[in-house]
């Protein structure tokens, strides 16, 4: 049978999600655990490669098996064998054709920002560090712009693998609480660096670095360098991934 497995983790100490040869990826000790709980080799599928340092509320991979474990109790089992920065948190049985990837109908990523002079201490892992005051309202207005089809190609960094830049978004959102900011982005696809190209831009304009306006100009030329910085990884956590008639 063919299982899909919900993972959640902190990205710090590992080089990505896919397995690499310069260090330990989160798909690696996922492996490992799955083939110690079943007795025999066990390779996953996820649905997204997320960098090194990006943490996961809800990353999803499929595996296939012929072992005897009732689906309710991989978590169990599979935590029993994992570090403890890496999680499993649901497993359900999926159809034989299903695919983690290639079946995804979109993801939601969550970028924070810690915005005040000094660094939290409990917050630093999972936020970026923006020590100078940000005008949320601007960069609210920015984020509007996002929103619905466009050919993102200036929100996207070399190395990626996409044939095509056009991209949808549903959601753009940037609320604050306290001194926390929160980017949320939801669409039905990325490109590579994408949500952190516009954490990155959404910074700057709410410094006042950059005009709302250079969204828009961005869309249309296409140009990359009028954007903001890539924004740091420890900031960014994919928090879903979504399937059709699945929760």
Known sequence: MRVLLTIEYDGTDYV?????????????????????????ETRVVGASRTDAGVHALGQRAHFDTSGAIPIDKYPLALNALLPSDVRVTQAVQV??????????????????????????????RYSAHVPVPLDVELMQHAAARLVGRHDFRAFSAAGGSAKTFVRELQTVS??????????????????????????????????????????????????????????????LELTRVFYEGMP
């Open 16 to 40: 990505g999600w896919q397995r690499q040869r310069n260090g330990v990826s989160v798909q690696q000790v996922l492996e490992e655990a799955l083939s110690n709980a079943l007795g025999q």
């Open 95 to 124: 159809h034989d054709d299903f695919h983690a990837r290639f079946d995804a109908r979109g993801k939601a990523y969550t970028y924070r920002i810690c915005n005040r002079r000094h660094a939290g201490a409990l917050t630093a």
């Open 174 to 235: 940037v609320t604050r609480s306290g001194d926390m900011i929160v980017i949320t982005v939801r669409g039905t696809a990325f490109l590579y660096n994408m949500v952190r190209i516009i954490a990155g831009t959404l910074v700057d304009i709410g410094k006042g670095k950059r005009p709302v306006d250079v969204v828009s100009e961005a869309l249309v030329t296409g140009n990359r360098l009028v954007l903001g910085p890539t924004a740091p990884a420890h900031g």
